[in-house]
């Protein structure tokens, strides 16, 4: 999936995120990549279902996929942190 579709979500406010998401489907492109990791998860799956319910009832979940991720911060610990993606595909041909 080309760069452009996909949207990192971090710690701005939801609508943003709904915002970006909206911005590229009404641009011709059939699928958006949400990705998120750690305590922003909830926050993806929140784009996600505001997407699909009130903006754009076309749109399907493709898939849902969760992993896991090693960091390591600065001082050169590493930890594990939960991560999904969401793919978010519109209908209607």
């Known amino acids: ?5 996909i949207i990192y979500v971090g710690s701005k406010p939801v609508m943003n995120y709904v915002l970006a998401a909206i911005t590229i489907f009404h641009g011709n492109i059939k699928e958006v990549l949400i990705k998120a990791r750690g305590r ?13 319910n009130k903006f754009l009832t076309d749109i399907k979940v493709k898939s849902i996929t969760t992993g896991t991720e090693m960091l390591r911060t600065e001082d050169g610990n590493e930890f594990n942190t939960s991560t999904i993606e969401i793919i978010l595909e519109r209908g209607g041909d």
């Open 1 to 5: 999936m080309p760069e452009s579709n």
């Open 40 to 52: 922003a998860i909830s926050r993806s799956v929140d784009v996600a279902e505001i997407i699909k």
